[in-house]
């Protein structure tokens, strides 16, 4: 016999149109595109599925604006769903900007899980007519995930897992903190929660990773390229130029000097070896070469300014962010202010925006502290996003360190129902089963 999915609708008046809002479902008994055919404010079509899913598709949501004034308009937001099994669990990847392709996350595929991944609003496809950033903040961006886990919790009606990585990390906790019942589970990846505007905790990273030696040998690389400040920048100059990079909101002098302040945080940031590093003696051309492989001008042309706009409003007004210190390099800096330190922070059209004094990731880290249950933190122990290794636990919260991941790990997982080196399948269980040394 056949079964009959029911659906009502509660019909929202928006000055576009129409947002039915669902509020009630019974019962799986459709294909996956037989459910989104008959959702309402969705778009749909079938590609390719990433190993090791059944099928995908590739989604358009129509969200509103501002979730509590419909009638302020609306935007599409571009969302991938990918079916392994419907009876199984499905994680939430919560992205923090564009997402041009579908893929299959590591939480989705060690735990045999379905996924629907969604791109942040007001990156990628997923941006409105006319960029109103009164409309980007965090509130905006989960009760977009919130609507997206209504909607497509009506098919896929297992227990949910969220999960996403560097700043979609921090989305993770923050839709966690503003909907804890959407989720059963939350496995933010090297998630920052900046505590100001400078989040000064990045200058004590800094200061502290890897060895003395090796820090040494990154200052002496940014100190070798800006006493040779007129060489390194013509041969920067024709580099950009053969790659196409145009300088307008920064002038070149000033994408070069950040550049170089960046080369210790990206250093970190992606993992470099230190026995890479050129002994800073060496050929100016040498030096440069290792300098484009690790920070490069890229990131402050027009281009990344452009990419990362959105990101950088964010920044300005909620998130907080990082800065350079400059005492290292006292009379070699010449684009630069000297004093306050240099902001990494680039606001779109270098508009003037009010930061919100870091009230709420202010309250969001506190409460991930006292009371963020069901949560495991993966961090690395060199890595910048985080500004440093962990989280106190004081919860039945778990985070999982690299600095002890490669020894950790298996022993940890090892005390997991399921093979050594695989997330449990069962995170959604009232509990941990695993229950991971807190750092």
């Not at 009010?354 to 690395?380: C, K, M, Q, R, T």
Request: glycine letters at 8%; a negative charge.
């Amino acid at each position: 016999m056949i079964g009959i999915r029911c659906l009502v609708y509660i019909a929202t008046a928006v000055g576009t149109g129409l947002f039915l809002e669902p509020v009630f479902a019974q019962n799986d008994v459709k294909t996956v595109e037989e459910f989104l055919f008959d959702l309402p404010d969705v778009r749909f079509e079938s590609i390719a599925p990433p190993a090791p899913f059944q099928a995908a598709w590739a989604l358009q949501i129509r969200q509103p604006l501002d979730h509590a004034n419909p009638e302020a308009g609306s935007f599409w937001q571009r969302v991938y769903v990918s079916q392994w099994d419907v009876t199984q669990p499905t994680v939430l990847v919560t992205e923090g900007y564009s997402r041009g392709a579908n893929y299959a996350s590591e939480l989705a595929r060690q735990i045999g899980a379905n996924q629907v991944v969604v791109e942040h609003r007001f990156y990628g496809e997923s941006m409105p007519d006319s960029l109103d950033y009164r409309y980007l903040n965090i509130r905006q961006a989960v009760a977009d995930l919130h609507r997206i886990r209504t909607l497509l919790g009506m098919y896929f009606d297992a227990p949910w897992v969220a999960s996403g990585i560097s700043k979609g990390g921090q989305t993770t906790i923050y839709y966690r903190y503003f909907y804890p019942d959407d989720v059963a589970a939350s496995v933010p990846y090297v998630a920052p929660i900046n505590l100001a505007l400078e989040d000064d905790r990045i200058y004590e990273f800094l200061n502290t990773a890897g060895s003395r030696a090796c820090r040494k040998r990154i200052e002496a690389i940014q100190s070798r390229i800006l006493t040779e400040y007129d060489a390194s920048l013509l041969r920067l100059k024709w580099h950009a130029k053969g790659e196409g990079l145009r300088f307008e909101y920064l002038t070149l002098e000033e994408a070069f000097e950040y550049a170089v302040l960046e080369y210790p945080f990206s250093f970190w940031q992606w993992g470099s070896d230190c026995g890479d590093i050129p002994n800073p003696n060496a050929d100016l051309e040498e030096v440069l070469d290792h300098f484009l492989t690790v920070s490069g001008l890229g990131f402050f042309s027009d281009d990344g300014m452009e990419s990362y706009a959105s990101h950088y409003y964010q920044c300005a007004a909620e998130f907080g962010y990082y800065g350079y210190e400059t005492e290292a390099f006292a009379g070699l800096l010449r684009a630069l202010p000297m004093t306050p330190n240099p902001s990494a922070i680039f606001t779109p059209n270098q508009m003037e925006v009010e930061y919100d004094g870091g009230a709420l990731a202010d309250s969001v880290y506190h409460w991930v502290e006292a009371e963020g249950d069901g949560f495991i933190h993966i961090n690395g122990a060199l890595d910048t996003g985080v500004r440093r290794p962990c989280l106190k636990i004081k919860t039945e919260m778990h985070c999982i360190s690299s600095c002890k991941i490669k020894a950790m790990v298996p022993r940890e997982f090892g005390t997991c129902p399921r093979d050594k080196g695989r997330l449990s399948g069962n995170l959604w269980n009232a509990g941990w089963v695993c229950r991971f040394r807190a750092c």
